[in-house]
């Protein structure tokens, strides 16, 4: 069997406060593209997880997001956890598109399956909430509204199916856990679905005091005709919209010939 793990981008993310449990009050409107990760699983005694693709030395070796989540599901679903598991790993590492926990959550469905629970997603997220704050809107990889800490959901329709996006990764991982350190604390208000355009990415500031090459990609794809650009999540990965595929795919080439050395990929919105 086989799953897709899509990459997640925020279209927006406002900082609220601070938790005593480490965790930050937020708000975020998530959204999943057609690119991102690919899990497979045949049948074999005790629990492994062998990694292909062009990012796997940046997955290491270790107890890995998606054999916590396999774990998580035997012990929920009182069953065997008899499972041979392959990531092809193509979402750079902390890049703020969520890999690790959209791995997590396609290794929750796809296991669903295999398993034979036949789980709803919904019961499926609950198992997901302790795996980070993530993994639940992953389980769904559909767009979303994030509170509290991101796991708090409800389904938005802003009619972006199909957009071509473009995902830019100058190839520097920007840990989360620093870029969070690094906001202000200053609670600069709501956020409001209907505005996202204009809304914020709270983290933009500290990522790039981390990593000031983030502003080098913002301000290019703003030069690139992109109808809307931002960093996702935590950084270092900026993405831009485009009102039709050939202004995405252009703009891609384009930044290719300029930065080399940069990650790029063109993809659509799910």
């Known amino acids: 069997?086989?799953?897709?793990?899509?990459?997640?981008?925020?279209?927006?993310?406002?900082?609220?406060?601070?938790?005593?449990?480490?965790?930050?009050?937020?708000?975020?409107?998530?959204?999943?593209?057609?690119?991102?990760?690919?899990?497979?699983?045949?049948?074999?005694?005790?629990?492994?997880?062998?990694?292909?693709?062009?990012?796997?030395?940046?997955?290491?070796?270790?107890?890995?997001?998606?054999?916590?989540?396999?774990?998580?599901l035997a012990l929920a679903g009182g069953c065997p956890a008899h499972a041979a598991l392959t990531l092809d790993k193509h979402i750079p590492?902390?890049?703020?598109?969520?890999?690790?926990?959209?791995?997590?959550?396609?290794?929750l469905r796809l296991l669903n399956r295999f398993w034979r629970l036949d789980w709803?997603?919904?019961?499926?997220?609950?198992?997901?909430?302790?795996?980070?704050?993530?993994?639940?809107?992953?389980v769904f990889s559909r767009t979303l509204a994030g509170a509290g800490r991101g796991d708090e959901l409800a389904p938005l329709d802003l009619g972006l199916a199909g957009t071509p996006i473009l995902l830019v990764n100058p190839r520097v991982a920007v840990p989360t856990g620093p870029v969070f350190a690094g906001w202000d604390g200053i609670d600069r208000g709501p956020l409001d679905p209907a505005g996202w355009r204009t809304a914020r990415n709270d983290l933009a500031s500290p990522a790039i005091t981390l990593a000031p090459v983030i502003a080098a990609v913002l301000d290019a794809l703003a030069a690139t005709g992109a109808t809307f650009v931002r960093m996702s999540g935590s950084g270092a990965t900026c993405l831009a919209l485009y009102a039709d595929a050939a202004d995405c795919s252009a703009a891609e080439r384009a930044l290719a010939d300029r930065h080399a050395q940069w990650w790029t990929v063109a993809t659509t919105l799910r």
């Open 1 to 72: 069997m086989i799953e897709a793990a899509p990459a997640k981008v925020n279209l927006a993310l406002h900082l609220r406060r601070r938790r005593d449990d480490g965790y930050h009050d937020l708000e975020t409107l998530f959204a999943f593209t057609d690119f991102g990760d690919t899990l497979r699983v045949v049948y074999e005694e005790g629990l492994s997880l062998a990694v292909d693709g062009p990012f796997t030395a940046a997955v290491g070796d270790g107890d890995n997001l998606v054999l916590r989540a396999a774990r998580a």
């Open 93 to 107: 590492v902390a890049a703020g598109l969520g890999g690790g926990s959209a791995d997590a959550a396609a290794a």
């Open 120 to 138: 709803p997603l919904e019961r499926l997220a609950e198992v997901a909430v302790p795996l980070g704050a993530d993994v639940p809107a992953c």
